[in-house]
């Protein structure tokens, strides 16, 4: 009887601690999908008010306009996991990926808008929109390293974390600083305002570079989802599989 009330007032000690730790945990993440959530509602009226701007045709103005609804739908799940389970860096990646998915859009409609009516910050939202692919890009690479239990699938992959991570600070660092104009087809006109002339040497190698930074920390992600497939039971099998369609769906969306 003794050894059970230690055992619970062990317990009720805990508990506030842990309601501690969740609570503040399930702030952050509301704030985070509402300011996602309010980026896409500031994304979508910016798109509304310059639709005689210059757009690639890839992204029509109607595409632009709608598609900010896709993010704040896409961090919903994350919000739910962060809330429920603030410990799983799943739920705060699909977050990552949300919020950088709306400010990328954001400094685009912005620049954008910035090229019609003549705003203030519009060099600045076109040098933003330069590099801001790689806060999408990275964590949703994480994502699928990390999925479902917020794990490596074992000690062997920690040298793919650290190539991710190593990779998106390269990557980065050549997006923001890389002389020259700004190769996305919002901005033909625009050039690099923060350029670094002696990053300019880098330009010829770029395309080894993006196979190095880019393809190949894609293809560690999607191996180690299939390394989990061929490893995990059931459930992880049909949790894996959801992964699939999502990406497939992902990717058939972003296809020009």
């Not at 509402?34 to 910016?46: E, R, S, V, Y």
């Not at 996305?184 to 880098?202: M, R, T």
């Not at 989990?228 to 459930?235: E, I, K, M, Q, V």
């Given at each position: 009887?003794a050894?059970?009330g230690?055992?619970?007032a062990?317990?009720?000690t805990?508990?506030?601690?842990?309601?501690?730790?969740?609570?503040?945990?399930?702030?952050l993440?509301?704030?985070?999908?509402?300011?996602?959530?309010?980026?896409?509602?500031?994304?979508?009226?910016?798109v509304?008010?310059?639709?005689?701007?210059?757009?690639?045709?890839?992204?029509?103005?109607?595409?632009?306009?709608?598609?900010?609804?896709?993010?704040?739908?896409?961090?919903?799940?994350?919000?739910?996991?962060?809330?429920?389970r603030?410990?799983?860096?799943?739920?705060?990646?699909l977050?990552?990926?949300?919020?950088?998915?709306?400010?990328?859009?954001?400094?685009?409609?912005?620049?954008?808008?910035?090229?019609?009516?003549?705003?203030?910050?519009?060099?600045?939202?076109?040098?933003s929109?330069?590099?801001?692919?790689?806060?999408?890009?990275?964590?949703?690479?994480?994502?699928?390293?990390?999925?479902?239990?917020?794990?490596?699938?074992?000690?062997?992959?920690?040298?793919?974390?650290w190539?991710m991570?190593?990779?998106?600070?390269?990557?980065?660092?050549?997006?923001?600083?890389?002389?020259?104009?700004?190769?996305?087809?919002?901005?033909?006109?625009?050039?690099?305002?923060?350029g670094?002339?002696?990053?300019?040497?880098?330009?010829?190698?770029?395309?080894?570079?993006?196979?190095?930074?880019?393809?190949?920390?894609?293809?560690?992600?999607?191996?180690?989802?299939?390394f989990?497939?061929?490893?995990?039971?059931?459930l992880?099998?049909?949790?894996?599989?959801?992964?699939?369609?999502?990406?497939?769906?992902?990717?058939?969306?972003?296809?020009?």
């Amino acid at each position: 009887m003794a050894e059970m009330g230690q055992s619970r007032a062990g317990s009720e000690t805990h508990w506030p601690a842990r309601a501690m730790v969740r609570v503040p945990a399930a702030w952050l993440a509301w704030v985070l999908w509402l300011f996602i959530a309010g980026c896409a509602g500031l994304t979508m009226a910016l798109v509304a008010g310059s639709r005689s701007a210059p757009r690639p045709d890839w992204h029509p103005w109607a595409l632009a306009l709608v598609e900010p609804v896709s993010f704040v739908a896409f961090a919903l799940p994350g919000l739910v996991v962060a809330t429920r389970r603030p410990r799983n860096p799943v739920g705060w990646l699909l977050l990552s990926c949300g919020l950088g998915m709306a400010a990328d859009n954001l400094v685009h409609a912005y620049g954008a808008y910035a090229l019609v009516h003549h705003a203030a910050g519009g060099v600045l939202a076109m040098w933003s929109a330069r590099w801001m692919f790689v806060c999408v890009t990275f964590p949703f690479f994480f994502l699928l390293l990390l999925f479902p239990d917020g794990r490596l699938p074992s000690a062997r992959w920690r040298f793919s974390g650290w190539y991710m991570g190593t990779a998106s600070a390269l990557t980065l660092t050549l997006a923001a600083l890389l002389p020259g104009p700004i190769p996305d087809g919002y901005f033909p006109s625009a050039e690099n305002p923060l350029g670094v002339p002696a990053l300019a040497h880098a330009r010829p190698f770029l395309g080894l570079v993006t196979l190095l930074c880019t393809a190949v920390p894609g293809v560690l992600a999607v191996m180690s989802l299939l390394f989990r497939f061929r490893a995990g039971d059931a459930l992880i099998r049909r949790q894996l599989e959801w992964v699939a369609l999502a990406v497939l769906a992902a990717t058939a969306g972003a296809s020009p």
